[in-house]
T-cell receptor, first 117, second 112 residues
Framework: GAGVSQSPSNKVTEKGKDVELRCDPISGHTALYWYRQSLGQGLEFLIYFQGNSAPDKSGLPSDRFSAERTGGSVSTLTIQRTQQEDSAVYLC???????????????FGPGTRLTVL | KQEVTQIPAALSVPEGENLVLNCSFTDSAIYNLQWFRQDPGKGLTSLLLIQSSQREQTSGRLNASLDKSSGRSTLYIAASQPGDSATYLCAVSPDNTDKLIFGTGTRLQVFP
C-alpha cells in the first residue's frame, strides 16, 4: 500500500500565526511519531502515539506545540504562535509493534518544510 | 543521556569502492538500531533494522553490524555506485522507549 504521507509539503507563515501539519500513516500501523529536522539541531524526536496509550510528549520543545491522533490513524501537529526558530522540516513516521515490546521499522513520510518569516 | 555520533561526517569515493560508515552510541541499553538514507530535500528511507539481540543484518550490497556492548554499529556498502550518494543516518531506540535518537549523519558522495 501507500507509504506515509504528509501535507502540506511546504508551508510559509508569518511569525505569530498558528499552523497545522498533517500526517497519514501507513494503513495498519499502530505507532506514529513526529520528528523535526533543523540545521542546527539535526533530527529530534517530538511526540509518539501508540494505540490507545497516552502519547509520549517528552520531545515537544514548548507548550506551543501539540499533537493529536484521531481514530488511531491521521495525526495533526499544531504549532501555535509560531516563532522563527520553529522553521524546520517536520517528519512523521509510523511503525508496527510486532510483538509486545518488539518494535518494527519506522517508515518516514516526505516531511513538511515550515518556514516562519 | 544517549548520544549518537557518526564518523566520518562526509565521505567522497570513486565508484566501485567498498566503504564503511561508523556509528557509536554512549548508552548500550538500546532496543534496536536502524540505518536510514536521506536524499536532498526528501524524507528518510529505512535501510536496515537490527534488534538488540542481533549482530548483523544484510540487504543486497548493504551489511550492518551491531556491537551493543561497545556501543558501535557499522554500515558496510559493497561496490559503491553513484546512486548511493546520500546522507546516511543511524538511530537508536533507547531501552523501554520507542523514540529514535539520531546520529549526526554521514554525507556520502560516490563519483563515476
Amino acid at each position: 500500500g501507500a507509504g506515509v504521507s504528509q501535507s502540506p509539503s511546504n508551508k510559509v507563515t508569518e511569525k505569530g500565526k498558528d499552523v497545522e501539519l498533517r500526517c497519514d500513516p501507513i494503513s495498519g500501523h499502530t505507532a506514529l511519531y513526529w520528528y523535526r529536522q533543523s540545521l542546527g539541531q539535526g533530527l529530534e524526536f517530538l511526540i509518539y502515539f501508540q494505540g490507545n496509550s497516552a502519547p509520549d510528549k517528552s520531545g515537544l520543545p514548548s507548550d506551543r506545540f501539540s499533537a493529536e491522533r484521531t481514530g488511531g490513524s491521521v495525526s495533526t501537529l499544531t504549532i501555535q504562535r509560531t516563532q522563527q526558530e520553529d522553521s524546520a522540516v517536520y517528519l512523521c513516521a509510523s511503525s508496527l509493534v510486532l510483538l509486545a515490546g518488539v518494535l518494527g521499522e519506522q517508515f518516514f513520510g516526505p516531511g513538511t518544510r515550515l518556514t516562519v518569516l | 543521556k544517549q548520544e549518537v555520533t557518526q564518523i566520518p561526517a562526509a565521505l567522497s569515493v570513486p565508484e566501485g569502492e567498498n566503504l564503511v560508515l561508523n556509528c557509536s552510541f554512549t548508552d548500550s541499553a538500546i532496543y534496536n538500531l536502524q540505518w536510514f538514507r536521506q536524499d536532498p530535500g526528501k524524507g528518510l528511507t529505512s535501510l536496515l533494522l537490527i534488534q538488540s539481540s542481533q549482530r548483523e543484518q544484510t540487504s543486497g550490497r548493504l551489511n550492518a553490524s551491531l556491537d551493543k556492548s561497545s556501543g558501535r554499529s557499522t554500515l558496510y556498502i559493497a561496490a559503491s555506485q553513484p546512486g548511493d550518494s546520500a546522507t546516511y543516518l543511524c538511530a537508536v531506540s533507547p531501552d523501554n522507549t520507542d523514540k529514535l535518537i539520531f546520529g549526526t549523519g554521514t554525507r556520502l558522495q560516490v563519483f563515476p
